[in-house]
């Protein structure tokens, strides 16, 4: 045989055996949640390729039920729809279920390391670090919240010279959210008009919007066929590359502090980090290394950022179409605070209204309607079916979010589903946008603090007008896969 009819030949065995493999393992499993047929290789590509994979999702649970298989490629995802199988694996059998699941596209940059895309040992030991030292550098406590008001001022002084104009605010919240959590990771304050920080702050905001495109055409390719795509140009290479250059900023700063480390004054997140790498030096097997240090401060800083900053525009956007539910927070504010004083964490006690708005938007917005993804380590039963060692679980947040059994109205934006019939503030078990469980999200407690303080200092000088001309806008989301990312409307900050 000549070499290209061998390689011709090689190439169909690869192919056939490729074939083989594939369809035993979607096809040879006994007792799998049900689920639209998938073709071999590309799996339920085809039917995957919706705008809005949460409404996808929804249409997929209607027929299949609450736990339902896709296929991404050949590999096999489980999805979870509804509060009550979300909260079984997240909360009451969360230890099961403790580990991440992946994503090629999402791997390729982690490499397993950090805190968002770990698991295992490296995952508890670096988690349970980094929550006892946010806590020492003020998370939750009131030397961040003076942080929070310090940069609310800064915010509402660049809101105000804007003189009532229409603005697009992203990157000014952007630039507020970075502030606060590089103070506690970098012990820095950046300057709204820092040349550095405004280029990272771009990437950020780009590469977010790519990462919410998580299911769009290009990262879908990726995640079945990651070799070949690797080969071929596309969105998929911005993403990487801004990945890539917000790690190179984040590395900048480390070995800076590298430099300057004394650990006998330990500045900022960093500098703790790096005292724990001195204390386990001579440990073979520690998890204190400098390319963890440097995954774990990007993940919290990426995590910290355009989660908090996107949540905040999508708030005003929503209350901009609801002027009645504006007005009633002006007036509690008005009557909580007035107009003198910055508003504080205390306050949210005696701002139900205000507090039950806020867990309402969250709620309405549904920035992350997926969830991030879990891992089954072992073969398991979820409501009688059988999920095989090595699956990925999808639990559905925005399943649990707009479930008709927690809440009254739940694709309407209604503030009444957190407040009693006494306009006192009600919980909900189902409110999880932040998920839920041992592997909730780490900064929840900073990011509600911030979301509080940013909005009512915000409220409490302006009200929100649209542009002239304009009398509407759209609140379906601009983006929305892994999450949802409002439409770039133009806002109106005028003073009170």
Same mark, same amino acid.
Request: charged share 25%; hydrophobic share 35%.
């Given at each position: 045989i000549d070499p290209p009819a061998k390689n011709l030949s090689k190439s169909f065995l690869n192919l056939a055996l490729l074939l083989t493999l594939t369809s035993r393992k979607i096809y040879g499993t006994k007792n799998l949640p049900p689920g639209p047929m998938p073709l071999p290789i590309i799996g339920n590509?085809?039917?995957?390729?919706?705008?809005?994979?949460?409404?996808?999702?929804l249409q997929l649970s209607?027929?299949?039920?609450?736990?339902?298989?896709?296929?991404?490629?050949?590999?096999?995802?489980?999805?979870?729809?509804?509060?009550?199988?979300?909260?079984?694996?997240?909360?009451?059998?969360?230890?099961?279920?403790?580990?991440?699941?992946?994503?090629?596209?999402?791997?390729?940059?982690n490499k397993g390391l950090g805190i968002v895309s770990s698991?295992?040992?490296?995952?508890?030991?670096?988690?349970?670090?980094?929550?006892?030292?946010?806590?020492?550098?003020?998370?939750g406590k009131k030397g961040i919240e003076e942080r929070i008001q310090d940069e609310a001022e800064y915010?509402?002084?660049?809101?105000?010279? !804007?003189?009532?104009?229409?603005?697009?605010?992203?990157?000014?919240?952007?630039?507020a959210t970075a502030n606060i959590i590089s103070h506690v990771l970098l012990g820095e304050r950046f300057d709204y008009n820092d040349q550095e920080y405004q280029k990272i702050l771009h990437l950020l905001i780009s590469s977010f919007r790519l990462e919410i495109s998580r299911f769009s055409l290009p990262l879908q390719l990726y995640n079945i066929f990651p070799r070949i795509m690797d080969l071929l140009p596309g969105p998929h290479k911005t993403f990487f590359k801004n990945l890539h250059d917000?790690?190179?900023?984040?590395?900048?700063?480390?070995?800076?502090?590298?430099?300057?480390?004394?650990?006998?004054?330990?500045?900022?997140?960093?500098?703790?980090f790096l005292l724990k790498m001195e204390q386990e030096k001579h440990n073979p097997q520690t998890e204190f290394t400098r390319e963890n240090l440097a995954m774990t401060v990007y993940d919290i800083f990426i995590?910290?950022?355009?989660?908090?900053?996107?949540?905040?525009?999508?708030?005003?956007?929503?209350?901009?179409?609801?002027?009645?539910?504006?007005?009633?927070?002006?007036?509690?504010?008005?009557?909580?605070?007035?107009?003198?004083?910055?508003?504080?964490? !205390?306050?949210?006690?005696?701002?139900?209204?205000?507090?039950?708005?806020?867990?309402?938007l969250q709620?309405?917005?549904?920035?992350?309607?997926?969830?991030?993804?879990?891992?089954?380590? !072992?073969?398991?039963?979820?409501?009688g079916y059988t999920i095989p060692k090595g699956s990925t679980i999808y639990p559905i947040l925005s399943s649990a979010l707009h479930d008709s059994n927690q809440f009254e109205n739940p694709r309407k934006f209604c503030p009444e589903h957190f407040l009693d019939d006494k306009g006192a503030f009600k919980k909900n078990s189902a409110d999880m946008p932040f998920s839920a469980g041992k592997r909730n999200c780490l900064g929840e407690g900073l990011a509600r603090m911030q979301l509080f303080l940013f909005l009512t200092t915000i409220l409490q000088s302006f009200r929100l007008k649209h542009p002239p001309g304009v009398t509407q806008i759209d609140l379906t989301p601009d983006v929305s896969g892994f999450g949802n990312i409002p439409r770039p409307h133009l806002l109106c900050f005028v003073p009170r």
């Amino acid at each position: 045989i000549d070499p290209p009819a061998k390689n011709l030949s090689k190439s169909f065995l690869n192919l056939a055996l490729l074939l083989t493999l594939t369809s035993r393992k979607i096809y040879g499993t006994k007792n799998l949640p049900p689920g639209p047929m998938p073709l071999p290789i590309i799996g339920n590509f085809l039917e995957l390729k919706a705008k809005n994979v949460s409404v996808l999702s929804l249409q997929l649970s209607d027929q299949y039920g609450p736990v339902f298989t896709v296929y991404y490629g050949s590999d096999r995802v489980v999805v979870l729809y509804g509060y009550d199988v979300v909260k079984e694996v997240l909360v009451n059998r969360g230890d099961e279920f403790i580990n991440r699941g992946s994503f090629p596209s999402a791997d390729v940059n982690n490499k397993g390391l950090g805190i968002v895309s770990s698991y295992g040992e490296r995952w508890a030991q670096i988690r349970r670090f980094s929550l006892t030292t946010l806590r020492n550098f003020g998370m939750g406590k009131k030397g961040i919240e003076e942080r929070i008001q310090d940069e609310a001022e800064y915010l509402r002084e660049e809101l105000k010279a !804007k003189k009532g104009q229409p603005c697009h605010p992203a990157l000014l919240f952007s630039s507020a959210t970075a502030n606060i959590i590089s103070h506690v990771l970098l012990g820095e304050r950046f300057d709204y008009n820092d040349q550095e920080y405004q280029k990272i702050l771009h990437l950020l905001i780009s590469s977010f919007r790519l990462e919410i495109s998580r299911f769009s055409l290009p990262l879908q390719l990726y995640n079945i066929f990651p070799r070949i795509m690797d080969l071929l140009p596309g969105p998929h290479k911005t993403f990487f590359k801004n990945l890539h250059d917000v790690q190179a900023f984040i590395s900048k700063r480390v070995k800076a502090h590298e430099e300057t480390f004394d650990p006998n004054v330990l500045r900022d997140y960093v500098d703790a980090f790096l005292l724990k790498m001195e204390q386990e030096k001579h440990n073979p097997q520690t998890e204190f290394t400098r390319e963890n240090l440097a995954m774990t401060v990007y993940d919290i800083f990426i995590a910290g950022t355009e989660t908090g900053s996107t949540s905040l525009r999508y708030f005003l956007l929503v209350l901009l179409e609801h002027p009645d539910v504006e007005a009633k927070i002006h007036a509690e504010i008005d009557r909580t605070i007035g107009r003198d004083r910055l508003p504080s964490i !205390k306050d949210r006690i005696e701002m139900p209204y205000t507090e039950a708005v806020i867990h309402e938007l969250q709620r309405y917005i549904d920035l992350i309607p997926l969830g991030l993804t879990r891992l089954v380590q !072992k073969e398991t039963q979820i409501r009688g079916y059988t999920i095989p060692k090595g699956s990925t679980i999808y639990p559905i947040l925005s399943s649990a979010l707009h479930d008709s059994n927690q809440f009254e109205n739940p694709r309407k934006f209604c503030p009444e589903h957190f407040l009693d019939d006494k306009g006192a503030f009600k919980k909900n078990s189902a409110d999880m946008p932040f998920s839920a469980g041992k592997r909730n999200c780490l900064g929840e407690g900073l990011a509600r603090m911030q979301l509080f303080l940013f909005l009512t200092t915000i409220l409490q000088s302006f009200r929100l007008k649209h542009p002239p001309g304009v009398t509407q806008i759209d609140l379906t989301p601009d983006v929305s896969g892994f999450g949802n990312i409002p439409r770039p409307h133009l806002l109106c900050f005028v003073p009170r």
